[in-house]
């Protein structure tokens, strides 16, 4: 990563002009769909927590946004996600490609209720 940051703005103000364009929609979606969650830095990269357990993360990297919603999330998604480059609970989406934003609320709301649902 590029350093260490204090904030998810100092994290995502580090990157190119249209990538942070990007990074700012990611985090409004993640924002918008999970209200109560906690915003952090964990790992070098933005990370959201709800009742004290990890939700998602993204990063931006030259080529892409790594999206990490634990295996579960990618699991369910997994039809959806298939024509992503993965790995063990992580996706890539190309920077040269639409974002598929739609698909990361569906993905949060599910990550959301999976995480409230252990909590109670």
Not at 67 to 90: D, I, R
Not at 92 to 97: C, G, M, N, V, Y
């Amino acid at each position: 990563m590029k350093g260490n940051f204090k904030n998810v703005d100092d994290y995502i103000y580090s990157f190119p002009e249209d990538t942070q364009l990007l990074l700012n929609k990611v985090r409004e979606t993640i924002q918008h769909n999970a209200p109560e969650a906690i915003e952090s830095i964990s790992y070098q990269m933005p990370a959201y927590k709800l009742n004290g357990k990890p939700l998602v993360y993204f990063a931006g990297y030259e080529k892409h946004i790594g999206f990490y919603a634990t295996p579960t999330g990618h699991e369910q998604f997994a039809a959806e996600l298939a024509k992503y480059k993965q790995g063990k609970g992580s996706v890539q989406f190309p920077l040269d490609k639409p974002v598929p934003y739609n698909l990361i609320a569906r993905i949060v709301k599910f990550r959301v209720k999976e995480n409230l649902t252990k909590a109670k």
